[in-house]
């Protein structure tokens, strides 16, 4: 299919793995984000010419976690928008939505906006949810979620469909009316997690799956299961593989890996290497989170796009890049 938007070609589609980040990088635990700071990051990695910038949509400030953290989370549109209005070529990508918990029209006219408004560079992720203080504070029956999700999806898949046929579900659903104007291209839907759905229903319907960090030769299993429910539900096509990876970044460029909760600790070299094997068993793009620590987060965006970049790159998106960066 060719009627995607740009951020679906630039970061799910390239041919080559690609990297992004999640967003806040450098948020202390219970405080708001500091925005210049994280607009000065955001830059950066738009100049490095990092695929994606992503954020959560976190509801309510539910303390989780082993350390009991409460996330403290602007509204992801809007903190999407203000990145946005800072970069040019990066693509921003929500990871996830909490979609039984979201009206779908609500949801539709936002994601739609954003994508207008950046020009084609927004990606929509949806999950289930995970915070049970959530959806009783929502008036939402936890139980249902699963069922609220598929429901909901129809509809918003619907409203941003930019074919006719496809957008009778919207219609049926507001009694003929359309909650913004036919959008020019279809804005990718991912499933994070599993969202309480079977991998053939994510394969059938979502235009990607994102899963977590696991060990390698588990990982490969993951993927494999992905071809798998695709080659029995998706006629074929070629949907991309996403895993997030926390990620501390030592000075240390030659120091080995070494595994973290849900993530790596390494330097830059072994990294690389760590990244093209699973470029190699399938994993289309890597969505980073960067540890707190000492180091300055735009100390560590630039040297990872100075060092690991380059080396997963196409020659397309190389002569791109080079081409907006300022000689």
Known sequence: MDDFNIAHDRVLASGRLTLGLMTPLARQPGALADLDLERLAAKEADRQGFASLWTRDVPLMVPQGADGESAALDDPFLWLSALGAVTRQTALGMAAAVLPLRSPLHLAKSSLSL????????????????????????????????????????????????????????????????????????????????????????????????????????????????????????????????????????????????PIELGVRTGRIALTDYLQRLEVVGVAHVLLHLARGPRSVLDIVEELGAEVLPHFRSPMARGAHEAAVPA
């Open 115 to 258: 994508d207008r408004m950046t020009g084609g560079r927004f990606i929509l992720g949806l999950g289930s949810g995970d915070r049970e203080a959530e959806f009783a504070a929502f008036g939402i029956d936890a139980a249902q979620r699963a069922e609220i999700f598929r429901d909901h999806w129809n509809i918003l898949r619907a409203a941003l469909s930019p074919v006719a046929h496809e957008r009778k579900a919207l219609r049926d659903a507001t009694g003929g009316f359309d909650v913004l104007t036919t959008p020019a291209a279809r804005v990718p839907m991912l499933v994070v997690g599993s969202a309480r759905q079977t991998l053939q229903w994510i394969a059938a319907n979502a235009q990607g799956w994102a899963s977590y960090h696991r060990d390698e030769v588990r990982q490969q299993g993951r993927v494999a299961l992905w071809q798998s429910a695709l080659a029995e539900r998706a006629a074929g096509l070629k949907k991309p593989f996403i895993q997030s990876l926390h990620l501390e970044l030592v000075d240390d460029p030659s120091a080995p890996v070494e």
